[in-house]
């Protein structure tokens, strides 16, 4: 009689499997997230976790986490107060807008003012004809001094010590012309520095008007140092190793063929055996006939 063969195993359902994974991977997961969920306490304040609720994920409940961050009594009383100063400048601020819009209502403009000064050229001849002017007396009795200084000499018009005499008189006062150029060039520039100084200062009056409301502003806006928010240690983190479930389904299933296939094999050598046996006896049987 023969023996029977074993049947093949029956292969794994692929989706059944794949559920199975998910949530073990899940569970993974919240497990993870419960070990990493450190509550941190310190000076300034403290960072806790708590669970508000779950979420169903591949059939598994997943928790939802609130993170709570808590300053300390004195840091809580220094926010508080920081607080109310941001609030009240934020709303003496808020009351000086108005003052803005009425500064910057109109376009700026150098309208009403002088102006641009321009280097006047015209004065600086008028002050120059002045100096000569003034010294135009003084110039004519030193002409008729050298004059009379030279006849007593007994120096002859037109003689060359006479034109030497003039010579040294012309170049000294043409010395003196030129002093009087650079003096009055002066005086202009001077003149002119004054006229452009004089406007800059009522250009920057204009302009202190214009941006003085906006600087208190800003100057509100920017009053108070902050509160200490707490600092707190990274938290180092635990994972577990997820479960490798779709490959344990599966070396199952190749176990079990593996086992299939050699208990076939041993069927087919125990029938080989068999009939090698049966094959000698019928053998036998003959030679004693």
């Known amino acids: 009689m023969g023996s029977k063969s074993a049947s093949t195993p029956q292969s794994p359902d692929p989706a059944y499997v794949s559920q199975q994974?998910?949530?073990?991977?899940?569970?993974?997961?919240?497990?993870n997230g419960y070990l990493n969920r450190v509550n941190q306490y310190g000076?300034?304040?403290?960072?806790?976790?708590?669970?508000?609720?779950?979420q169903n994920v591949g059939g598994v409940e997943v928790p939802l986490w609130n993170e709570t961050t808590q300053l300390s009594p004195e840091q809580q009383r220094i926010y508080d107060s920081q607080t109310k100063?941001?609030?009240?400048?934020?709303?003496?601020?808020?009351?000086?807008?108005?003052?803005?819009?009425?500064?910057?209502?109109?376009p700026y403009s150098y309208d009403g003012l002088a102006p641009a000064p321009q280097y006047n050229e015209a004065y600086r001849q008028q002050q120059r004809d002045a100096i000569i002017q003034r010294n135009q007396p003084q110039m004519?009795?030193?002409?008729?001094?050298?004059?009379?200084r030279l006849a007593n000499q007994g120096?002859?018009?037109?003689?060359?010590?006479?034109?030497?005499?003039?010579?040294?008189?012309?170049?000294?006062?043409?010395?003196?012309?030129?002093?009087?150029?650079?003096?009055?060039?002066?005086?202009?520039?001077?003149?002119?520095?004054?006229?452009?100084?004089t406007r800059d200062r009522a250009i920057q009056e204009m302009t202190n008007l214009r941006t003085q409301p906006i600087n208190e502003v800003a100057t509100l806006l920017g009053t108070g140092t902050g509160v200490q928010s707490p600092q707190f240690s990274?938290?180092?983190?635990?994972?577990?190793?997820?479960?490798?479930?779709?490959?344990?389904?599966?070396?199952?299933?190749?176990?079990?063929?593996?086992?299939?296939?050699?208990?076939?094999?041993?069927?087919?050598?125990?029938q080989g055996g068999l009939f090698g046996l049966g094959g000698s006896l019928i053998s036998a049987g003959g030679m004693f006939l």
């Not at 000076?43 to 779950?54: A, Q, V």
């Not at 004519?140 to 009379?148: F, S």
């Open 21 to 31: 994974q998910t949530q073990s991977n899940v569970n993974t997961a919240v497990a």
């Open 85 to 106: 100063l941001t609030q009240g400048t934020s709303d003496l601020a808020n009351q000086y807008v108005g003052r803005i819009g009425e500064a910057t209502a109109n």
């Open 234 to 270: 990274q938290v180092a983190q635990t994972q577990v190793a997820p479960t490798d479930v779709s490959g344990n389904y599966w070396n199952q299933y190749q176990g079990q063929v593996a086992q299939q296939q050699l208990q076939n094999q041993q069927n087919n050598a125990t």
């Open 140 to 148: 004519q009795r030193d002409q008729e001094a050298l004059n009379q």
């Open 155 to 197: 120096i002859s018009l037109g003689s060359e010590a006479w034109r030497a005499a003039q010579d040294d008189y012309n170049r000294a006062r043409n010395d003196f012309r030129l002093g009087a150029d650079i003096q009055a060039g002066s005086s202009a520039a001077q003149q002119y520095g004054l006229e452009a100084n």
């Open 43 to 54: 000076p300034t304040g403290s960072k806790t976790y708590d669970i508000r609720g779950t």
